[in-house]
């Protein structure tokens, strides 16, 4: 509030003192000036009117000082208050009294009870107001209360905002207007402490069922070493009914002394060192001793600094015990593996199976017993062979035992079974006999002597483990002789098929060497009669070229007749130059004349050449490339007789009016340079199964077979001349249709394979007219 308002109240409150104060004041000072009409008389009568004005003045002075000094006191009562509404609010508490059987509840209390004014005046209406279960506790505080003594309850009640948690709090006053009796206390909202409560007691409710679950003991310690809390575990162990008793105890309290030592060393140096540490320890139950794990670790609060330490502690005996157990297992199976590695090696078998039997005894706890194998000869007849005892003859003096035994061979045992077993009677002594299975064929069998005519079932698992083992040695010895039956055998086929394949090597390289002999011969005969066999032709072609010029001319029929025989006469010529062509080429008689030639020209010139042909045919012959200056090192005359050939297989099966196409590019060919040559037609194309069939000799496509053709020699020849020129050859079938073969040659700088062996020359050929060829190379 601002100044001007305050001094507004004060003199609100205060006029009557002022004005008071104000009069006497004035009347005093005109009496003194003597400017009043009662001075004279004043004066005369001796000074009546001043002494009248004086206390007047003193009165309203200590009425001033005494409202100033009651402002001062609401001004601070007025602050008390301030600060009472502030601490409540912040207290979320209100005020109440009781009296005359009636409460008096304040503004905040009746909003924390959440009724309104008139309905919780009585007793029984605030009571009315509690929830069922809270009234007794209600009753009784109330009761102290009226006895005299300082009461306190919570309870909680249901409003329309929910359901609430009071506390109830008060004392009994003297009445400050009669001699009754007065009660007055708080009420204070505690609803938000009441569900931490209710949930920190929910989760120490979790916390005491997990730690008295655990099936090891669990503790917390102080920085004093003092238990603060354990589990119903380890209050069990220290002799205590209830884990709460051990809050405040110390290790002395319930272990030896001993035992309460080494667990303080140890909780002090977890502190010491603030790091977890791991030990085992023994303790002493009754007549057992128990090993037990024990894990500790340091708690530190939220700067780093050590609030105690935390622990547990678990029985490992049985895990000491498996371990122990683990430790024989694996030291018998090491010493099983051992065995079969000295089987492995070739040790003998006496000593080997001496070795085993002991290993069974040690399993089992027998001292006496025996091990044997199994023989089935071809009538499936059991025989026993002994392979180690210890010198009681079991197969005589327990025949009963072995024979009821070799009855499961057949049967569907698992190896480990015993299958027949007394105990001891008289004078024969007990035993159990284990079968080793197979499947289902008995393979071996062992005794072990035992009076009682069984194996305990905790050694029984580990004689089993051992028979195995036992089983695999004899089932690897079986192998073993069979392997070696086998060998035997197989060295017998494999001399006997050698002598065999030897046999017949000598033959076929014999037959292969006549072959040989025979194509040379041939090759030669072939290359020396050439002249021979080509001269009778050029005269027959001749005299029918004389007999067409002559005059007059002949009749029609004798011209046909000749022109036949000219025209077969040309044929015979080409067949006869493939023939010679091919054995020259074989022999190696034909030496390349390798010059620089320009590959489209070359091309253009097979194309010419066979134009005829496919003019008669009615079919288009198409010759497209890459640049043309592309020049190759080539023999001219060869290529050329390649790429006619080539075309005359094209024309030869392509439909009538169709295009042949001849194409050339440069291509690359496993990192080489080259020139790849393309002669494609569109006609039945070639079987899958024989592209590179075409390119044998006296070999032709299974689409002709049966049709005129020739002898199959004209891919054979593009093969060799094409080899010969250091490039390939194939046929392919083309995804539109029709077949194309393509011939790779190296390029420029590439190294010609030439024969070194002297050409055959022969002596030039007449002019003939230029016919097609007729033979069918596919």
């Known amino acids: 509030m601002n100044p001007m308002m305050l001094t507004a109240r004060h003199l609100a409150r205060h006029w009557l003192a002022y004005l008071l104060a104000s009069l006497a004041v004035g009347m005093l000072v005109i009496d003194l000036w003597g400017h009043g009409p009662l001075t004279t008389s004043g004066r005369v009568f001796a000074y009546g009117l001043a002494p009248l004005l004086v206390p007047g003045l003193v009165v309203c002075v200590v009425l001033w000082a005494v409202g100033m000094r009651l402002d001062s006191a609401r001004r601070e009562l007025e602050s008390l208050h301030t600060e009472l509404e502030r601490a409540q609010s912040l207290g979320r508490t209100g005020n109440w009294s009781y009296a005359d059987g009636r409460f008096e509840w304040s503004a905040r209390s009746l909003k924390m009870l959440g009724v309104p004014a008139g309905q919780a005046t009585t007793l029984e209406q605030f009571s009315a107001l509690l929830a069922a279960e809270d009234r007794p506790q209600f009753e009784r505080a109330w009761l102290a209360a009226q006895a ?24 009994m006053e003297d009445h400050y ?12 909202d505690i609803t938000d402490r009441y569900v931490m409560e209710r949930e920190l007691r929910r989760a120490m409710s979790y916390q005491r069922a997990l730690l008295d679950n655990f099936p090891f003991m669990v503790w917390l310690k102080d920085r004093d070493l003092r238990f603060l809390a354990v589990n119903k575990p380890l209050a069990l162990a220290g002799g205590l009914e209830d884990p709460e008793q051990a809050r405040g105890l110390e290790d002395h309290d319930l272990w030896p002394e001993d035992q309460a030592d080494s667990y303080r060393a140890d909780d002090l140096e977890v502190l010491k060192s603030r790091a977890p540490r791991c030990t085992e320890s023994l303790l002493v139950h009754g007549d057992r001793t128990n090993c037990y794990e024990i894990w500790k670790a340091p708690v530190f ?8 330490s935390v622990g547990f502690a678990r029985d490992i005996s049985d895990r000491k015990r498996d371990e122990a157990a683990l430790k024989q297992s694996r030291d018998q199976l090491a010493e099983l593996g051992r065995l079969q590695a000295r089987f492995i090696q070739g ?5 080997l199976f001496s070795s085993m039997l002991n290993i069974l005894f040690d399993l089992s706890g027998c001292s006496d017993g025996f091990l044997a194998e199994i023989f089935h000869d071809s009538r499936s007849d059991l025989s026993v062979n002994l392979l180690a005892c210890c010198g009681t003859d079991w197969l005589n003096d327990r025949a009963d035992l072995v024979d009821a035994a070799l009855l499961s061979d057949g049967l569907d045992y698992a190896s480990g079974a015993i299958v027949a077993a007394a105990p001891t009677d008289g004078d024969a002594k007990g035993l159990c006999c284990i079968a080793v299975m197979h499947g289902q064929r008995l393979v071996g069998l062992i005794g072990l002597a035992t009076p009682q005519g069984f194996i305990e079932e905790d050694r029984l698992a580990s004689v089993q483990a051992a028979v195995g083992t036992f089983g695999l040695i004899l089932q690897a010895g079986l192998r073993e002789h069979e392997r070696r039956r086998s060998e035997t055998e197989l060295k017998r086929h494999r001399d006997r098929l050698t002598a065999l394949v030897e046999e017949q090597l000598s033959d076929s390289i014999a037959a292969r060497q006549m072959a040989e002999e025979a194509n040379r011969a041939k090759s030669r005969f072939m290359a020396s009669m050439s002249h021979e066999l080509r001269t009778p032709i050029h005269a027959i072609l001749g005299f029918s070229r004389l007999a067409l010029r002559d005059r007059p001319p002949l009749a029609d029929t004798t011209r046909q007749r000749i022109e036949v025989i000219l025209k077969n006469g040309d044929r015979l010529l080409a067949l006869v130059d493939d023939l010679l062509d091919l054995s020259r080429l074989e022999a190696g008689a034909i030496t390349l004349n390798v010059l620089p030639c320009n590959l489209e020209e070359l091309m253009r010139d097979a194309a010419d050449a066979m134009q005829p042909a496919a003019t008669e045919r009615h079919i288009r012959i198409e010759v497209s490339g890459g640049r043309p200056d592309l020049t190759i090192p080539v023999d001219a005359h060869r290529l050329t007789q390649v790429l006619c050939q080539l075309l005359d297989n094209a024309i030869r099966f392509s439909p009538s009016g169709d295009v042949v196409q001849a194409s050339f590019a440069s291509h690359w060919h496993v990192d080489r340079n080259g020139v790849l ?5 569109r006609g039945p194309g070639i079987p899958e199964e024989e592209p590179e069939a075409v390119f044998d000799q006296f070999e032709q496509a299974s ?14 020849i593009c093969r060799e001349i094409v080899m010969l020129h250091g490039g390939w050859i194939r046929a392919v079938n083309r995804p539109e249709g029709g077949a194309c073969i393509d011939l790779w040659l190296p390029a420029k700088g590439a190294e010609m394979p030439v024969s070194t062996v002297p050409a055959v020359f022969l002596p030039p050929d ?3 007219t230029t016919l097609p060829r007729t033979e069918t190379v596919r």
Request: aromatic share 4%.
């Open 148 to 171: 005299g003594a300082s009461h306190r309850a919570e309870f909680s009640v249901t409003g329309a905002d929910g359901e609430r948690r009071l506390l109830f709090e008060g004392r």
């Open 177 to 188: 207007d009669s001699a009754g009796w007065r009660l007055a206390g708080i009420v204070q």
């Open 301 to 308: 609060d939220d700067d780093g600094g050590l609030l105690g």
């Open 347 to 351: 040790e003998s078998g006496e000593a």
């Open 677 to 681: 040559l393309s002669v494609s037609d």
């Open 703 to 716: 689409r002709l077979r049966g049709e005129a053709g020739g002898t199959g020699l004209g891919l054979a």
């Open 766 to 768: 007449p002019p003939t």
